[in-house]
């Protein structure tokens, strides 16, 4: 086991991203296009202005728990890669197999595809005022596909400077949605019906409150994701034992007040049951504020949040294959890098690849069932990831990559929470039965992983 950790799969790579990189990876990885449209599924479910920016907040204050949590492994693997590794020292090579494989084949393969379809749309939103056709749209989203992943190939430095301009961008337009709300006069968040009528009654006991923020939690949770894409990049960053968790930590900080921002401004500007009726929260709000004209001018921004979160899945995600690969647990093609970009091609074309054969096999619709799927089974690979904390801190040092220093305050009681409330977020996404479904296909995946482990890479590791 100590051996295999002090395999450190970096050589070759450049380290050329420094701490705003790392940063810009963690808040573009978890601000994509969900807090354009997720608020109004949340205030559907949980039927009351108040609670549902008490259901964001506890959302942002279990993401705190995971930035912690995962700030730590942050100085425990500073490596490429380093999710793969901890994963696989905790709990086997097979749980790390599984989950690089979920992740690359399905999870980030068809967000790539999904996040494409959306950039597309909303491009030709805002450029010609309506939504392109069917074929245009693929082909258009196929286009940005091909164009970042060459951009990729050519640099990890490339593809951070794709990644910090977006960044700054999505957040300048989260802002500028704020801003309205404080420009204009609104509505009283606390109000549980305002103009719209809603379908939802607003909880009036505490087990209905209960279920309501349960059942809110779910999407947004999922809005929160992202953070861990900075432990992949760890062999990129030149002081990767401080800017990994500084990436996590101020990245998540970052993002928790600009969603329970925006979220208030929704409320603010719409009400909640308008919010919860809305099937773009965002063009709506900008809209009470600065009239129909607005709306394109949102698409556009949507586009570009849309057009950053695509490139970021193509910057980090082939860095898990690339580490696998050159552990001897996966095709060691996977393992190479470009002899003058020094970026890992294969692992990138994988990626890239598999996202465009979901395009134009598998649609909109049947990329959006596995993805569906897969994702609430990444909710358990995150609590694999959190409990591999409680695991790999009471081994010796010398098991746990020499431990450096203490861990942060609250452990193990956070790392412990934040496990126990992504095993809630999975238990209650497999109790609702409009995503139950979808949920067996993921399971059906990480049963077709665990076999492709055990038929073609059990037992292979890297020579020293």
Known sequence: MAGEQQREPTAGLRRVLGPFDAIAVVIGAIIGVGIFFTPSRVAALVGSGSWVLVTWALGGLIAVLGALTFADLGRLYPRTGGQYELLRDAFGAVTG?????????????????????????????????????????????AGLIVGLMAINIVGVRQGSTVQNVTVVAKLLTLLVVVAAALMFGGTDVSASVADVGTTVAPPETPAAIVAAVGAGLVPVLFSFGGWQQALWIGGELQRPRRDVPLAILVGVGVVVSVYLATNWAYLHLLGQSRVAASQAVAADAVAVAWGEGARRVLAGAVALSAFGVLNVQLLTGPRLVYAMALDGRFFRPFARLHARFSTPVPAIVMLGGIALALLFLAGERGIDRLLTGVVLIDGLFFALTGAALLVLRGRAPADAAGAPGRPYPGYPVTAALFVLAELGVVCGAFADPTVRGAAHVGLAWIVVAVISYYAWFRGRVREP
């Open 97 to 141: 197999f599984v989950y690089v494989v979920c992740n690359a084949t399905a999870i980030q393969a068809g967000a790539v595809a999904i996040i494409a379809l959306v950039c597309a749309y909303n491009v030709a939103l805002a450029a010609t005022g309506a939504g392109p056709g069917t074929l245009v749209s693929a082909g258009m989203a």
